[in-house]
């Protein structure tokens, strides 16, 4: 309703978009462990990471360091439910930079928000919440790639393959 109202008639108000933003946001941070599955094993790289972090003769690449670095900071604030405040961060953070890069690049960011909500919000929210992240720094990097200035660009995208290394191919953007 909203994306067909902002059509036929443009609003500056940008509370309804606010309100979309945080019930998503609240969707996906509060979403139970069976909606998707990779949350088990989120769940427990979450409980063991002092463990794998611990361990000094083996290194594995699997986990990306902005990613470990948010796991271990959260791991520390909360003794309990730590599942859950990192679900929620990811959640908020992912939700937020992307309706703000809606609002930048389109011309009706309502419609925008429809078309990710149908698809992608289910994919990277609720299910792959590090590509998610990666994906919401793409389209932060995107808003000053438009406007010229490549090397934060670069430097935005270099920031998401902290959180996916499959951000690195973002950067064949650069091509276009």
């Known amino acids: 309703v909203l994306a067909v109202e902002y059509e036929l008639r443009p609003f500056e108000n940008i509370l309804p978009l606010v309100i979309c933003m945080v019930l998503l946001t609240f969707m996906a941070g509060f979403r139970g462990p069976d909606v998707g599955k990779d949350y088990e094993g989120y769940q427990y790289v979450f409980d063991t990471i002092y463990d794998m972090v611990g361990q000094k003769d083996i290194f594995v690449p699997i986990l990306e360091p902005g990613f ?7 791991r520390t604030l909360f003794d309990t439910n730590y599942g859950l405040t990192i679900m929620l961060f990811f959640a908020l953070t992912s939700v937020v930079l992307k309706t703000i890069s809606f609002k930048e690049l389109s011309f009706n960011p309502y419609m925008v928000l429809l078309f990710y909500y149908s698809h992608f919000f289910f994919l990277h929210e609720m299910t792959q919440i590090r ?46």
């Open 131 to 176: 590509i998610g992240f990666a994906s919401a720094i793409f389209f932060i990097a995107l808003i000053y790639y438009l406007r010229g200035n490549k090397r934060l660009f670069i430097i935005l995208i270099l920031g998401a393959t902290f959180f996916h290394y499959s951000a690195l191919i973002y950067l064949v953007v650069l091509f276009f």
């Open 68 to 74: 470990t670095a948010i796991v271990l900071v959260f």
